[in-house]
């Protein structure tokens, strides 16, 4: 397991590579207190629960934005696993696509 500041140093130095870089589209914020890199409004970076780097993306971003960005980090030796994509609800809290169920109710 990681600790918060070994967390926070790895995301720095991705920040650090980003804030250069056109293929974080929309720009990239270091958000310390989530331990967590947003790009633009589609996309979140941080560790998961295995103290994996993960990254997921909103539902509408826009496929070649996704590309740029994996390419960037695999490109960088970055690695990460890829999470479903999410949606924002009304009280700005993440909700997953599994967390949204069937649209026939299912």
């Given amino acids: 397991m ?8 790895r995301l720095r130095s991705i920040y650090d590579l980003a804030r250069t870089s056109d293929d974080f589209e929309g720009g990239v914020t270091l958000e310390e207190e989530m331990e967590a890199l947003i790009v633009g409004n589609w996309a979140v970076i941080a560790f998961d629960d295995l103290d994996e780097l993960a990254l ?13 960005l994996t390419r960037y980090l695999i490109e960088h030796d970055i690695g990460f ?26």
């Fill in 2 to 9: 990681y600790s918060s500041e070994e967390k926070l140093a």
């Fill in 56 to 68: 997921s993306f909103h539902l509408d971003a826009h496929p070649n934005a996704v590309a740029r």
């Fill in 81 to 106: 696993a890829l999470y479903e994509a999410f949606t924002v609800d009304e009280d700005d809290r993440i909700v997953f696509e599994s967390d949204l169920g069937s649209a026939d109710g299912d």
